[in-house]
T-cell receptor, first 114, second 114 residues
């Protein structure tokens, strides 16, 4: 069974440009989460989808971030326009319903904004 | 609200020595507690978890953790460190009632010295 996959693994963009990160969860996992880790800090929650609906987007930093999960399968996280402080590693995770919160993580997408 | 504090961003142990990584949590309701490990260039993977029942939880690779409610702690231990244990370890908490996102600590990098 394939795990959670994320693309790209690393993206380097200029301030003001747009980047779209993609996450493919484990097949059959209704829950999909986005997290971000800025260097040396905690892994911070961004948002949570249940199927195609946003369950909780309280962690989204501002309206430059847009997450979608069309059809309840893969998800995209778009940053437009990117700022320097958006640099970090963006993790996607998925889980089955009510598995005690166990999350299965992708390898992360490292975003560097210059 | 819930939070996690990991004491020590870097811990060094000699190969064969005891590993002790500290985690304290805050949660207004009974928590679910997790330890995740991240090896270089990989995603996070679940090491062990506590939901209910026995407070001493055993995980993969010889790690275990004990839930101590009175101390609000969930420290991770391993009797004898192996070189392959070198990685970053994250403690995480989720409240057991209703919907709650998983909240992570800042991580502890474990170095194993030969």
């Amino acid at each position: 069974e394939a795990g959670v996959t994320q693309f790209p693994s690393h993206s380097v963009i200029e301030k003001g440009q747009t980047v779209t990160l993609r996450c493919d969860p484990i097949s059959g996992h209704d829950n999909l989460y986005w997290y971000r880790r800025v260097m040396g800090k905690e892994i911070k929650f961004l948002l949570h989808f249940v199927k195609e609906s946003k369950q909780d987007e309280s962690g989204m930093p501002n309206n430059r971030f847009l997450a979608e999960r069309t059809g309840g399968t893969y998800s995209t996280l778009k940053v437009q326009p990117a700022e320097l402080e958006d640099s970090g590693v963006y993790f996607c995770a998925s889980s089955l319903r009510d598995r005690g919160g166990e999350l299965f993580f992708g390898e992360g997408s490292r975003l560097t904004v210059l | 609200a819930q939070s996690v504090t990991q004491l020590g961003s870097h811990v060094s142990v000699s190969e064969g020595a005891l590993v002790l990584l500290r985690c304290n949590y805050s949660s207004s309701v009974p928590p679910y507690l997790f330890w995740y490990v991240q090896y270089p260039n990989q995603g996070l993977q679940l090491l062990l978890k506590y939901t209910t029942g026995a407070t001493l939880v055993k995980g993969i690779n010889g790690f275990e953790a004990e839930f101590k409610k009175s101390e609000t702690s969930f420290h991770l231990t391993k009797p004898s460190a192996h070189m392959s244990d070198a990685a970053e370890y994250f403690c995480a908490v989720r409240s057991s009632g209703g919907y709650q996102k998983v909240t992570f600590g800042t991580g502890t990098k474990l170095q194993v010295i030969p």
